[in-house]
């Protein structure tokens, strides 16, 4: 199984500000890592799949990048709706897994 | 417009069973594989299972292997996961998730999800 480690936990930023947020994984997954985003009590949002690309309807302030075991989800300017939980996922192997997710909190 | 609506979560004791049903809508339901993703009360989310669009194909976390099974029934858009020998460890909202395309195994579309507690 692919363990993917999340980093921080949980990352204290004020709005206006640039997050970056990392995804490693315990062995290859060429670029077949997503990015989602979880608001309390919705269903998650995916936001980048295939490690850079911007899924649909998602603003351009999102973007990802890395390849092989090391990921990135920047923010580039966080607005007040972006303050959420953050996932990753693999589907490069089964099982599928996600990692274990940041907080982006103000 | 993807709509994706669960149900069938509920309390159920420990070693019970448990039915959830996932019915599609806005999309050729035939076509795309479907997956089963679960998240515990505070905790982050964990792929259940899949299978593939003409149901000959299944995959299980291992934590549910041999206690659940997937299914479908294209005729209706619907998928199912039926759930026995629950614990309480299976407490969780469970998620009905529709990937990007075919084989692509992200999720662009998500239902509300539905709660399953397992509690004496």
């Known amino acids: 199984e692919i363990v993917l480690t999340q980093s921080p936990a949980t990352l204290s930023l004020s709005p206006g500000e640039r997050a970056t947020l990392s995804c490693r994984a315990s062995q290859s997954v060429n670029n077949f890592l997503a990015w989602y985003q979880q608001k309390p009590g919705q269903a998650p949002r995916l936001l980048i799949y295939d490690a850079s690309n911007r899924a649909t309807g998602i603003p351009a302030r999102f973007s990802g990048s890395g390849s092989g075991t090391d990921f990135t989800l920047t923010i580039s300017t966080l607005e007040p709706e972006d303050f959420a939980v953050y996932y990753c996922?693999?589907?490069?192997?089964?099982?599928?897994?996600f990692g274990g997710g940041t907080k982006v909190e103000i | 417009e993807v709509q994706l609506l669960e149900s069938g979560g509920g309390l159920v004791q420990p070693g019970g069973s448990l039915r959830l049903s996932c019915v599609a809508s806005?999309?050729?339901?035939?076509?795309?594989?479907m997956t089963w993703v679960r998240q515990a009360p505070g905790k982050g989310l964990e792929w259940v299972s899949t299978?593939?669009?003409?149901?000959?194909?299944?995959f299980y976390a291992d934590s549910v292997k041999g206690r659940f099974t997937i299914s479908r029934d294209n005729s209706k858009s619907t998928v199912f996961l039926q759930m026995n020998s629950l614990r309480a460890e299976d407490t969780a909202v469970y998620y009905c998730?529709?990937?990007?395309?075919?084989?692509?195994?992200?999720?662009?579309?998500w239902g509300q999800g539905t709660l399953v507690t397992v509690s004496s």
């Open positions: 996922q693999q589907r490069s192997n089964w099982p599928l897994t």
């Open positions: 998730a529709k990937p990007r395309g075919l084989a692509k195994h992200n999720y662009d579309s």
């Open positions: 299978i593939s669009a003409t149901g000959g194909s299944t």
């Open positions: 806005g999309f050729t339901f035939s076509t795309y594989d």
